[in-house]
């Protein structure tokens, strides 16, 4: 099978599976519905962008529409952004302030306008069959990747904001799609040098062989992707959880300096509030719950759930993911060290202590004490 038959193969595999998906999530009941649209529309911008692949060798398409195909990418980051945000916020809804995201594709249809989009049939034709050397084309290929880098840190701010914010509130990251969300972008990012590297050697390279590897590579490259992006959403369907968009990540230099203010007048403003909590935590153990949030121990204590989540956050330097784990560590050292309880699974222990996966129990016990639960029960057995 010679290799422009096998680019042609993988990329129809590539445009099947990403409609085919696409109209499940468009399709689907779910409360997330937002979040597949923006998903579906950005899985179908990617075979609509590929498809010169397939159709070439056999179709010639209209010159405005083979640019329009390839200027379509221009939506791609964008969607993948607005559709990190609708997933981290579970209120998170389209207003008319997000249409700036079109500003780039509006750009480079302005940018191609005079010489292409608005000149004569005659005019079009000769500047598309000189358009890779053309000034239009070069703007297009740097301030598209201008774009692509711009999204891709900015999904990874939010992401860090959003992970912040999980810590600061919750004592449980596994039902939360921090992690799917970065490893979806960062696989974006692989996708996108490998890209960059393909641009890069047209221009310099002459091996029209190595150019068609390269092609072939990055279509399997998506098409992985893509089958990635389905295996998880289908076996793993709780990864779409998301926040109340109330939740912000703690300001520390704004609360340093309150402190500072507080503690010119008088000497330890925190110190009996903390008591008052790590006595709370002894005697009602409220981190044997596996959802216990910030705001149901503030519920619990009669606090502010912010002026709690700073007390712990900033006053106990810890986030209340690992303030709360360290409660449940030490219950669970107390019980792999009890001889009574020897036939104990450790799967049966980190549910009693308010784990609710082995991963979660055995990173959190590694960190906190240096060993794993196996081996920390092998020693003081």
């Known amino acids: 099978m010679g290799e422009l038959t096998i680019l042609r193969v993988v990329t129809l595999f590539v445009i099947f599976i990403s409609f085919f998906f696409t109209v499940f999530l468009f399709t689907v009941k779910t409360e997330k519905r937002l979040s597949n649209i923006l998903i579906g529309l950005y899985l179908i911008i990617i075979p609509i962008n590929i498809s010169v692949f397939f159709y070439y060798p056999i179709y010639q398409a209209p010159p405005i529409l083979d640019v329009l195909r390839n200027h379509i990418l221009y939506l791609s980051s964008p969607l993948l952004f607005l559709y990190v945000l609708s997933s981290i916020y579970n209120d998170f809804k389209l207003r008319s302030i997000h249409l700036l995201h079109l500003i780039p594709f509006l750009f480079i249809l302005l940018v191609y306008f005079p010489r292409f989009f608005g000149a004569t049939l005659m005019d079009r034709n000769d500047f598309y069959a000189e358009i890779g050397h053309s000034i239009e084309f070069k703007i297009d290929t740097y301030f598209g990747y201008l774009v692509v880098v711009f999204y891709m840190i900015w999904i990874f701010i939010e992401l860090a904001k959003y992970k912040k914010v999980i810590l600061e509130n919750f004592s449980n990251q596994e039902h939360f799609n921090y992690k799917w969300l970065f490893q979806l972008n960062l696989l974006g ?187 920390f029960k092998s020693t003081h057995s």
């Open 189 to 375: 990012v692989f996708l996108f040098l490998f890209s960059v590297f393909k641009s890069i050697y047209i221009q310099f390279g002459s091996d029209s062989d190595f150019l068609s590897l390269l092609r072939i590579l990055i279509t399997i490259s998506l098409l992985s992707f893509i089958c990635w992006i389905v295996l998880k959403s289908m076996y793993y369907p709780e990864l779409f959880r998301g926040l109340s968009s109330n939740y912000k990540p703690l300001i520390k230099a704004e609360e340093e300096k309150k402190d500072k203010e507080k503690v010119a007048t008088q000497e330890d403003p925190y110190a009996e509030t903390i008591e008052m909590v790590k006595k709370h935590m002894e005697d009602a153990k409220p981190y044997l719950d596996p959802s216990l949030t910030v705001q149901d121990l503030a519920d619990q204590l009669q606090m502010a759930p912010r002026d709690l989540s700073i007390l712990i956050n900033h006053h106990l330097n810890q986030h209340f993911f690992d303030f709360i784990n360290r409660y449940r560590i030490e219950t669970a050292k107390e019980i792999l060290k009890d001889p009574a309880n020897k036939k104990l699974t450790v799967l049966e222990i980190l549910y009693q202590v308010g784990f609710n996966s082995k991963s979660s129990f055995n990173t959190a016990f590694k960190k906190h004490t240096g060993s794993t639960p196996t081996q």
